[in-house]
């Protein structure tokens, strides 16, 4: 066990919808990356925030967004759903904001119908 | 952006056996990682390794930076070795992981 949470494991929803993904860290890091893990495009960064703060942005489409709470919780939202983003979305967490080992989730596996 | 190359892409091994994968990147780093997919889909931090050798039990990996390149060895594999091992690398600043495709793994028993 990673430590990280993430929630839900599974979600099955229909093109154009728009749905909520969920992150804890690990206790006491502050960092949190979200990555996009699909059979043509690999793993994929797509955001990191630190301490409540957007980090680095990567390959995100700007039909979804994210956010970190200050309890350091985050969310993923991703609006106006297309077959393309059926994928595997990871969590990660560090303790800080530079490169450093990161600890994964179990993922959120998304089925767009 | 920075280019990782696995291989091989695919290795199918017995039990017992032995094994060496190999990671190149076409840019100099300050971050490489070793992660194990294992088949229900869990992401498994193996090895923080920018340079040197590190070893964990049954696992050790060695970065060579200058040139280039990592290996992660795998010694008397067991069937719970089976999954995917991905490298992931970055460059200074604030740059983040860059990962390679991977290197399927299947233990045989």
């Known amino acids: 066990d990673s430590g990280v949470t993430q929630t839900p494991k599974h979600l099955i929803t229909a093109t154009g919808q728009r749905v909520t993904l969920r992150c804890s860290p690990r206790s006491g890091d502050l960092s949190v990356y979200w990555y996009q893990q699909s059979l043509d495009q690999g793993l994929q960064f797509l955001i990191q925030?630190?301490?409540?703060?957007?980090?680095a942005k990567g390959n995100i489409l700007e039909r979804f967004s994210a956010q970190q709470f200050p309890d350091l919780h985050s969310e993923l939202n991703l609006s106006s759903l297309e077959l393309g983003d059926s994928a595997l979305y990871f969590c990660a967490s560090s303790p800080g904001s530079a490169n450093e080992k990161l600890f994964f989730g179990s993922g959120t596996q998304l089925s767009v119908l | 952006g920075i280019q990782v190359e696995q291989s091989p892409p695919d290795l199918i091994l017995q039990e017992g056996a032995n094994s060496t994968l190999r990671c190149n990147f076409s840019?100099?780093?300050?971050?490489l990682q070793w992660f194990h997919q294992n088949p229900w889909g869990q992401l498994i931090n193996l090895f923080y390794?920018?340079?040197g050798t590190k070893q964990n039990g049954r696992l050790s990996a060695t970065t060579v930076a200058t040139e280039r390149y990592s290996l992660l060895y795998i010694s008397s594999s067991q069937t719970t070795d089976s999954g995917v091992y991905f490298c992931a690398v970055a460059r200074g600043g604030n740059e983040k992981l860059t990962f390679g495709t991977g290197t399927r793994l299947t233990i045989i028993p």
């Open positions: 390794i920018p340079s």
């Open positions: 925030y630190y301490n409540g703060e957007e980090r």
């Open positions: 840019d100099s780093v300050n971050n």
